[in-house]
């Protein structure tokens, strides 16, 4: 059964949103707009669509955003060790301040990283475009794989992680042990000959993580000066 609304976490980069559960699942992606129709839409019915980062074995996970951020850790625990899976929409490389949301590359990141043990990742990506009716192939480029059919492309590339073209869907598994990581960044763009950026997942991560975190910080002064401005006014209409 789809996630209740109230068991997931959001992800937007200013200009589009995604939804993901607490058991790796992205169950809606609206790019390249807030108003666009979602490729991943499993949170209205199991067969429209989805993105699934987790364990092959049974595993309990709990959850955050790095402080400051839309950037979200999902640590998934299992009896042969612990997962960190890391996931962000992304932001144009070095936005800082107010230019956040600015030309972003709609770009959904995801990377996962053995914190201790042993562990297989299984990771499932099966895209149906325009709310669940459009059920694209795919095939393989330079860079990762591609969808085909429909007037947008949704590009997948794997960091780490090989990537296997199984029917409509892309799947990849990968053996890590504590330390190692893999990544994976899906890109949606509208046109039948558009291409992809070319995005390192932890890089890309790293990059949003410090956006956001400069316009928090932007925010937070903008506040303490309003609130000095209107002590002063204060102080001013007393006198």
């Known amino acids: 059964m789809p ?20 058991h790796g699942t992205i169950d809606w992606l609206r790019a390249p707009r807030f108003d666009a129709p979602s490729a991943f839409s499993a949170l209205l019915d199991d067969d429209a669509g989805h993105w699934t980062l987790r364990p092959d074995e049974p595993f ?61 990742v299984c990771m499932e990506c099966a895209p149906r475009l325009e709310y669940g009716p459009a ?22 590339r794997g960091d780490g ?11 990849s598994r990968v053996r890590l042990a504590a330390g190692q ?10 046109g039948m000959y558009a291409q992809a950026p070319r995005l390192a997942a932890r890089a890309t991560l790293d990059d949003t993580t410090a956006a956001w975190r400069s316009w ?11 609130a000095t401005a209107s002590a002063s006014r204060a102080a001013c209409f007393r006198a």
């Open 3 to 22: 996630a209740a609304i109230r068991d997931h976490a959001l992800l937007s980069d200013c200009q589009s949103a995604a939804l993901a559960t607490p």
């Open 135 to 156: 059920v694209p192939s795919f095939e393989r480029g330079a860079d990762g794989v591609a969808t085909l059919g429909g007037p947008e492309r949704l590009f997948l």
């Open 161 to 171: 992680a090989a990537l296997e073209i199984d029917g409509p869907a892309a799947r």
């Open 216 to 226: 928090s910080q932007s925010m937070r002064a903008t506040a303490a000066c309003t």
């Open 181 to 190: 990581h893999a990544g994976w960044v899906a890109h949606r763009a509208v």
């Open 60 to 120: 309990e996970t709990s959850w955050r955003y790095r402080p400051g951020t839309l950037v979200l850790e999902t640590t998934m625990r299992t009896a042969s060790g612990t997962l960190r899976l890391t996931d962000a929409l992304a932001m144009r490389v070095d936005a800082r301040g107010h230019d956040i949301g600015h030309d972003v590359p709609h770009a959904l990141v995801r990377h996962v990283e053995i914190l201790d043990g042993e562990l297989t």
